[in-house]
């Protein structure tokens, strides 16, 4: 399996199969000038959408007729299965930002957790349903999201051998968030790729590893 940051919290995740799944697109037109990653310019399957602000549901955006998946719930596309799991954009119940969808990709025998615009520590009942998982992509810039204590504590309740960072401060976000660094900062379990790809079988998965992606677009 191959996992391309694309930028924001979108990745482009394929199978060996050759499936092309996309989480959480960008829309170029909702935030002008305070983000600004490209699109995806080829077709693509599937599409998961943990919410719908501008940030992370610009399906339309995209080429080919994917599968668009959202909310809660077990669903099938392609060659992958999807497990939404209900939570919220904030830490009081949706109450501020809304809800907010975890989805768990499972393909090639691993298991993904894209966190989305998760905005509270996980409840027991939740990470139970979400379960242990490989690789969590978590969001950890804070203010819309967990910060970077918060996203420490949700990786462990996840148990995930591979946590990639996403929803952070870059030169292409000028949202109020933090960089990647303060989530980094006094771990030593760090892998700076100096690319956007990660690759991963069910043969060779790390033991606890924070790896950390450019964005491609």
């Known amino acids: 399996m191959k996992i391309e940051f694309l930028g924001h919290s979108s990745f482009l995740i394929t199978t060996s199969q050759g499936t092309k799944i996309i989480t959480d697109p960008f829309d170029p037109g909702g935030y002008p000038g305070q983000l600004n990653y490209g699109v995806y310019s080829e077709p693509v399957d599937v599409v998961t959408v943990s919410h719908d602000h501008a940030d992370h549901a610009g399906v339309k955006a995209l080429k080919g007729s994917p599968v668009v998946i959202k909310g809660e719930g077990k669903f099938a596309a392609k060659d992958a299965q999807f497990l939404g799991v209900g939570t919220y954009h904030d830490d009081a119940q949706g109450a501020k930002r809304g809800k907010n969808t975890v989805f768990v990709i499972s393909a090639d025998g691993l298991r993904i957790a894209h966190l989305g615009d998760l905005g ?98």
């Not at 992509?137 to 918060?150: E, M, N, R």
């Not at 771990?187 to 060779?204: A, L, P, Q």
């Open 120 to 217: 509270h520590v996980l409840t027991p009942d939740q990470a139970a349903e979400i379960g242990n998982v490989d690789v969590a992509l978590v969001p950890v810039g804070g203010y819309f999201t967990i910060d970077s204590a918060q996203a420490a504590q949700v990786a462990q309740q996840l148990d995930a051998n591979v946590v990639i960072p996403m929803h952070y401060k870059t030169r292409k976000c000028n949202f109020p968030i933090a960089g990647v660094e303060e989530f980094l900062r006094g771990k030593t379990n760090v892998v700076r790729t100096g690319g956007s790809v990660f690759e991963i079988d069910r043969e060779h998965i790390p033991a606890h590893q924070i790896v950390v992606l450019e964005p491609a677009l």
